[in-house]
């Protein structure tokens, strides 16, 4: 996935780039941090999020597929990335709610159409959006779809000896042999360069 995260690096500044680029921008970096399915991250919702200059937090309101009944909404948290701001999730995520602001009427819904008439996506697009990236950065999209980067993302952590339950929490798993069977993967040296950051 290093040719993503190349990519992304492109889509400067956050400010100056237009909404589809940053919206596209954000969605990858949130998938690529926190391994989540496109499932939770079309359900970040504004009204669960505790978000400061060096972390933020989004406590799902809805419960995923995945979710166990009796357990709370899962609990998304990552940190600002010093080494590289251009692809810092903290301040992307600012820079993408100062410029959807205005746009949002009756939804609390993080990612919004980036055209008219600006409403709620589903899951769905966030994998097309995710299938974008990868398209636009390169990447043949008939050998890696958008779950592929939930794959190479733990692959990496574990790779660089991030704790398996560490993993586990970041992506919302309660069963180690799913991350073992599913998602530890060889991975070639190109694949991430950055970590978890959860």
């Known amino acids: ?7 992304l690096k492109t889509l400067v500044p956050d400010i100056g ?3 589809e680029a940053l919206t596209l921008k954000l969605v990858m970096i949130l998938s690529l941090i926190t391994a989540q399915r496109g499932q939770s991250i079309h359900l970040l919702d504004m009204a669960g999020r505790t978000l400061t200059s060096e972390s933020c937090q989004f406590q799902l309101l809805e419960h995923t597929n995945t979710s166990q009944p009796k ?3 899962l609990c998304i948290r990552f940190s600002k990335f010093t080494p590289d701001s251009n692809i810092c999730p903290v301040k992307t995520l600012t820079i ?3 410029r959807t602001q205005h746009l ?10 980036y055209v008219k008439p600006f409403k709620p996506v589903s899951r769905d697009t966030i994998s097309r959006w995710l299938k974008m990236v990868l398209h636009n950065a390169g990447i043949d999209t008939t050998i890696f779809k958008s779950h ?32 073992q069977k599913f998602y530890n ?7 991430l360069t950055f970590d978890l950051l959860s």
């Open 71 to 73: 357990n709370s909404g």
């Open 148 to 179: 592929s980067i939930r794959a190479a993302s733990c692959s990496k952590a574990s790779s660089r000896s991030v704790p398996v339950d560490s993993i586990m929490k970041a992506a919302g798993w309660s069963s180690e042999t799913t991350f």
């Open 104 to 113: 949002l009427q009756d939804t609390t819904k993080v990612f919004l159409s």
């Open 17 to 19: 780039i237009s909404l």
């Open 96 to 98: 993408y709610l100062k």
């Open 1 to 7: 996935m290093d040719d993503a995260l190349q990519y």
């Open 185 to 191: 993967k060889p991975i070639r040296d190109r694949d």
